[in-house]
């Protein structure tokens, strides 16, 4: 059974900056990538920030110079450093893990998300 769980979230002042942390756990052979999405009330859930396996990165528009997303490999980690937040990047954050299983679990690939942890900037 894998499970992907996140934590990090909070309350910070508009300027300010947390770190979110995901970590993911189980039968896992292989992880392809690891990606932050977020979800406002009453919005679809959107594209953050992702990553790969051999460490490519990709982020959405409204974040690119602001976050930034890494991996600890050996740990099945992946963190997002968010500086310079604004009140518009209050949402709920999920953690997606997209990963191989191995023979045991036949090759096959998933995708996994987290729970969430909740994001606050105040203005």
């Known amino acids: 059974q894998v499970q992907v769980v996140e934590s990090g979230g909070g309350l910070v002042q508009a300027g300010g900056s947390l770190r979110l942390s995901c970590v993911a756990s189980?039968?896992?052979?292989?992880?392809?990538?690891m990606g932050w999405y977020r979800q406002a009330p009453g919005k679809q859930r959107e594209l953050v920030a992702t990553i790969t396996g051999g460490g490519n990165t990709n982020y959405a528009d409204s974040v690119k110079g602001r976050f930034t997303i890494s991996r600890d490999n050996g740990e099945n980690t992946a963190l997002l450093q968010m500086t310079s937040l604004k009140p518009e990047d209050t949402a709920v954050y999920y953690c997606?893990?997209?990963?191989?299983?191995?023979?045991?679990?036949?090759?096959?690939?998933?995708?996994?998300w987290g729970q969430g942890t909740q994001v606050t900037v105040s203005s």
């Open positions: 189980g039968s896992i052979f292989r992880i392809n990538a």
């Open positions: 997606n893990l997209d990963w191989t299983a191995g023979p045991s679990g036949g090759w096959g690939r998933s995708t996994n």
